[in-house]
């Protein structure tokens, strides 16, 4: 059974920064492309990040551009996101989502819990 | 603000048919192809369309997906009150060089 397990949110301050961890598991991981996906509190979904099986292709929104940083370690079946210059907009539910090949696509055929960021003074 | 606009809200009885739009350009949908989620209230969203019209292995055939020019759409047929949830379509576009989620439909089953 494919597992997605989201950590590391949380509330801090405007300007600090927050990593977020994702747990894969029931899955061959370093055989796919993984996403990070966020949905601010009442709204809709917002595609943040995407990295591909081996990290040679990485995409990111104009948002978080610049501040924010996906990450892989393939032998610890682990996703990341670092977060800097962390700013009130960003507050949201952050989901892991996986995607259904090695290579960034739109096709997210497996969705983590999510883990809630709150960022506020 | 989404490049993929979709209506807010749309309804309909039990056993009826539904369908939700999602309109785009030339960059998004009009080149590339459009996946659509169902998020149930209080969960993770879930793959229900991919590929304009291909459905992953445990949608039911009730739920369709069309492409047209820039345009896409989403039909439920025989509407079921677990159908209700929020429906959101999403598409690269090449222009922004992102991925893009239009704003969500929610349905209600009256």
């Known amino acids: 059974e494919v597992q997605l397990v989201e950590s590391g949110g949380g509330l801090v301050q405007p300007g600090r920064s927050l990593r977020l961890s994702c747990a894969a598991s029931?899955?061959?991981?370093?055989?796919?492309?993984m996403h990070w996906v966020r949905q601010a509190p009442g709204k809709g979904l917002e595609w943040v990040s995407g990295?591909?099986?081996?990290?040679?292709?990485?995409g990111y929104a104009d948002s978080v551009k610049g501040r924010f940083t996906i990450s892989r370690d393939n032998a610890k079946n682990s996703l990341y996101l670092q977060m800097n210059s962390l700013r009130a907009e960003d507050t949201a539910l952050y989901y892991c989502?996986?995607?259904?090949?090695?290579?960034?696509?739109?096709?997210?055929?497996?969705w983590g819990q999510g883990t809630l960021v709150t960022v506020s003074s | 603000q989404s490049v993929l606009t979709q209506p807010p809200s749309a309804s309909g009885t039990p056993g009826q048919r539904v369908t939700i739009s999602c309109s785009g350009s030339?960059?998004?949908?009009?080149?590339?192809?459009v996946n659509w989620y169902q998020q149930l209230p209080g969960t993770a969203p879930k793959l229900l369309i991919y590929?304009?019209?291909q459905r992953p292995s445990g949608v039911p055939d009730r739920f369709s997906g069309s492409k047209s020019g820039t345009s896409a759409s989403l039909a439920i047929s025989g509407l079921q009150s677990e159908d209700e949830a929020d429906y959101y379509c999403?598409?690269?576009?090449?222009?922004?060089?992102?991925?893009?989620f239009g704003g969500g439909t929610k349905l209600t089953v009256l």
């Open positions: 999403a598409a690269w576009d090449d222009s922004l060089n992102g991925l893009w």
């Open positions: 590929s304009n019209n």
């Open positions: 989502a996986k995607d259904s090949l090695p290579s960034v696509t739109t096709i997210f055929d497996y």
């Open positions: 030339s960059s998004n949908i009009g080149s590339n192809t």
């Open positions: 029931g899955f061959t991981f370093d055989d796919y492309a």
């Open positions: 990295i591909s099986w081996n990290s040679g292709s990485i």
